[in-house]
């Protein structure tokens, strides 16, 4: 069985200032794991994606993320906030193991960024 | 490039009535997707598909029913709308198994409210 935990379900940060969004996972397989961004009103929109190749993952708009099998996580960053920012981010994991793929998604983390 | 499309964008129905949501997209995917989200709880598959002519029950399939007569096209029906079934409505497609470097691609979501 797959799930995955997001730790923080709101976090503020400032214009400028590093952004940290927590995600750990459980996966009896080898994991496929992906972050998506929600806009206000939007579906969702891949930031990046881990598929056993490199554990540092970057993905769009200056995100990245690390895979850390050890620590069954896979955190979200991006160094510098900006206001487009603002929105619901998503961590989902998928196990190699299914035939077709289940995605389990996170209940989501809301991004504030203050001026 | 449109990619999904979902109609309509907003419904308002009385309880006991019944609807069909329409997904459709362009990009010759096989696997098609329908999610719900609700506020803290992520998104939850109701119902997905493999490819033309074939669905399948996902997490929340009570009270939804689906169908995929062609390729682009992936209908959801509210056989008779239930107040529990206010949720927003989402759409999403993918070339294949999900899990298969093959991310998930959404429509812009359908908010349904049953009165």
């Known amino acids: 069985a797959q799930s995955v935990t997001q730790l923080d379900s709101h976090v503020s940060v400032s214009e400028g200032t590093p952004v940290l969004l927590r995600c750990n996972y459980s996966?009896?397989?080898?994991?496929?794991l992906f972050w998506y961004v929600q806009h206000p009103n939007k579906g969702l929109q891949l930031l990046l994606k881990?598929?056993?190749?490199?554990?540092l993952v970057k993905g769009i708009n200056g995100f990245e993320a690390e895979f850390k099998k050890s620590e069954t996580s896979f955190h979200l960053t991006k160094p510098s906030a900006h206001m487009s920012d603002a929105a619901e981010y998503f961590c989902?994991?998928?196990?190699?193991?299914?035939?077709?793929?289940?995605?389990?998604f996170g209940a989501g983390t809301q991004v504030v960024v203050t001026p | 490039n449109a990619g999904v499309t979902q109609t309509p964008k907003f419904r308002v129905l009385k309880t006991g009535q019944s609807m069909t949501l329409l997904c459709a997209q362009d990009m010759n995917h096989e696997y098609m997707y329908w999610y719900r989200q609700d506020p803290g709880m992520g998104l939850r598959l109701i119902h997905y598909?493999?490819?033309?002519?074939?669905?399948a029950k996902g997490e929340v399939p009570d009270g939804y029913n689906v169908s995929r007569l062609k390729k682009q096209n992936f209908l959801l029906g509210l056989e008779s709308a239930a107040p529990s079934q206010t949720s927003v409505y989402f759409c999403?497609?993918?070339?294949?198994?999900?899990?298969?470097?093959?991310?998930?691609?959404f429509g812009d979501g359908t908010r349904l409210s049953i009165l």
């Open positions: 996966s009896s397989y080898s994991p496929s």
């Open positions: 598909s493999v490819g033309e002519g074939t669905t």
């Open positions: 989902v994991v998928s196990d190699d193991n299914d035939s077709w793929g289940k995605f389990q």
């Open positions: 881990y598929t056993s190749a490199a554990t």
């Open positions: 999403a497609s993918s070339r294949g198994r999900q899990n298969s470097n093959q991310p998930q691609h």
